[in-house]
T-cell receptor, first 113, second 113 residues
């Protein structure tokens, strides 16, 4: 059974810092990995989608990498801003005869002005 | 506007009283799914559907039913709700199940007393 872990569970940084969020998964049989942000009381907003054949994706200040063989993905946020404060979730779409999705438990980020 | 719409947003009900949470998307997406989010457990997939009349169990399907009679709608049915189904529920859709990003609804907060 796929297990997805995100470390750290919470992170507090001063504004302007570059930071890295980690996501690890136990089964490399995946179609893709997606990063989301969730604001309190809100739904999930998609940030980046990486296909299993890709190594990284970039959008603005965000860069996500994927190393399927080692079961790891990182989300890099450059020049963090208070508006980046949210919970960040990674999710893998599993292959192997079905299309279940497994989420990590998230990293709660606080960017201090 | 492209969106996933869930109704209701908030619901309080009593044990055993059947209820349906509706989910509709206007993007002609093939893949739809339901999740529940609980503190400490994160998001867990309940059911998913790869297309009309095709549904499959996620990781926590017990106590839930779904149907996919039309492409745009994917209702979640709780035939006999119990207090352990108190949770925050999300519906999501994506163009296909394997290589496109997922879009989430705003969530339904369900309380079963």
């Amino acid at each position: 059974k796929q297990e997805v872990t995100q470390i750290p569970a919470a992170l507090s940084v001063p504004e302007g810092e570059n930071l890295v969020l980690n996501c690890s998964f136990t089964d490399s049989a995946i179609y893709n990995l997606q990063w989301f942000r969730q604001d309190p009381g809100k739904g999930l907003t998609s940030l980046l989608l990486i296909q299993s054949s890709q190594r990284e994706q970039t959008s603005g200040r965000l860069n996500a990498s994927l190393d399927k063989s080692s079961g790891r993905s990182t989300l890099y946020i450059a020049a963090s801003q208070p508006g980046d404060s949210a919970t960040y979730l990674c999710a893998v779409l599993n292959s192997g005869g079905y299309q279940k999705v497994t989420f990590g438990t998230g990293t709660k980020l606080q960017v201090i002005p | 506007e492209a969106q996933v719409t869930q109704n209701p947003r908030y619901l309080i009900t009593v044990t055993g009283k059947k209820l349906t949470v509706t989910c509709s998307q206007n993007m002609n997406h093939e893949y739809m799914s339901w999740y529940r989010q609980d503190p400490g457990l994160g998001l867990r997939q309940i059911y998913y559907s790869m297309n009309v009349e095709v549904t499959d169990k996620g990781d926590v399907p017990e106590g839930y039913k779904v149907s996919r009679k039309e492409k745009r709608n994917f209702p979640l049915i709780l035939e006999s709700p119990s207090p352990n189904q108190t949770s925050l529920y999300f519906c999501a859709s994506s163009l296909t199940g394997t290589n496109t990003e997922a879009f989430f609804g705003q969530g339904t907060r369900l309380t079963v007393v």
